[in-house]
């Protein structure tokens, strides 16, 4: 044998060789990593602290947990348990027996362009898909709702006829002002008269706030307001009326004279 059929011989085997080496562990690939991932599996299963299935996060859009999602996207706001946020509480059964889910699903929709609720739509940052939302208002009415010992004749959500500053001033001293000070300067509760807070809040909520109180701190509702005053009466709808409307006059500056005060 010469040595070039020899060098040939050998570059053959060594090219086989080669082969055969990669050929073993490419074809056992599947099995061999299979068993290593079934092992991982395994020991992950055994490590502690790992989330079962139901436990894992999941993208913000498929929670239907509506307590969660009321803890991730109102109480911020409305506070948790829905009491003593800034906004305006929605655990109060005088409120959820006034309104009603369809109105609830509108500002979710929608927001609320004069006051600072923000809409919830899902093209928003931050939005509830519809299914989200239809789940979150049943479940108010169903965690808050409901109560039986409901005062008679409250007044309507949504105000029915236009009010007079000028009678609401009158309204006001009688109903108001022993707390909230004279022309809502205020004294033992905090100043109303003022365009800084008038300026943040709707007429809608001044008005809601008028019927339902804010019982989560110490402002009280229609029938107290007015039975415990020199009226000697509930608030009726049109009194609120007259009330919004002053308030509305101190923000817009109309009322100047109370607004500038001595
Ligand atoms: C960034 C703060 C904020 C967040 C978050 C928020 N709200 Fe509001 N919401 C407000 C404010 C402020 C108002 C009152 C607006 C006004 O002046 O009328 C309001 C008003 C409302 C009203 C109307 C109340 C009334 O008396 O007329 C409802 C119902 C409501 N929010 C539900 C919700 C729900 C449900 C969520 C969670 C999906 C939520 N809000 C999240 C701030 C917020
Ligand atoms: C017994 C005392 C008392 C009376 C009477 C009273 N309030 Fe209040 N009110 C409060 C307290 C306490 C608060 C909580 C915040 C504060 O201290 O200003 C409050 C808060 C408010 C707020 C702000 C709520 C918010 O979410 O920030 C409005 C608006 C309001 N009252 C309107 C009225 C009007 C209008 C009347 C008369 C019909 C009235 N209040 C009568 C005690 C009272």
């Known amino acids: 044998m010469n040595k070039t059929a020899r060098n040939d011989r050998l570059l053959w085997l060594a090219w086989a060789l080669g082969i055969t080496c990669l050929a073993i562990p490419l074809s056992g690939c599947g099995s061999a990593t299979g068993s290593d991932n079934e092992q991982r599996v395994r020991f992950d299963d055994w490590m502690p602290g ?11 859009a498929y929670q239907l947990n509506a307590e969660k999602i009321f803890a991730t996207s109102c109480s911020g706001c409305h506070g948790d348990d829905g009491r003593l946020g800034p906004a ?6 005088l409120f959820l027996a006034i309104y009603s889910p ?3 699903l509108a500002v979710l929709a929608g927001g609320r362009s004069d006051g600072l609720m923000p809409a919830f739509n899902a093209g928003h940052v931050g939005g509830l898909t519809e299914q989200q939302r239809g789940i979150l208002v049943k479940s108010i009415w169903e965690r ?10 409250i007044p309507p959500y949504l105000q029915q006829a236009t009010g007079e500053a000028a009678a609401g001033k009158v309204i006001f001293a009688a109903a108001c002002s022993r707390c909230h000070g004279e022309d809502g300067k205020g004294r033992a509760a905090g100043a109303l008269n003022e365009r800084g807070f008038l300026a943040l809040v709707s007429d809608q909520l001044l008005r ?13 509702d229609f029938v107290q307001s007015g039975s415990e005053s020199s009226l000697k009466r509930p608030l009726t709808g049109a009194d609120i009326a007259n009330l919004v409307a ?15 005060g001595p």
Do not use: F, H
């Open 246 to 260: 002053l308030m509305s006059a101190w923000r817009s500056g109309e009322e100047k004279a109370l607004v500038d």
């Open 50 to 60: 790992k989330p079962r299935e139901s436990e894992r996060e999941r993208p913000y």
């Open 102 to 104: 369809d109105q609830m």
């Open 208 to 220: 809601r706030i008028m019927i339902t109180g804010r019982p989560d701190l110490g402002c009280p």
């Open 88 to 93: 305006p509480p929605l655990n109060d059964p």
């Open 144 to 153: 808050w709702g409901g109560a039986s010992d409901l005062p008679a004749n």
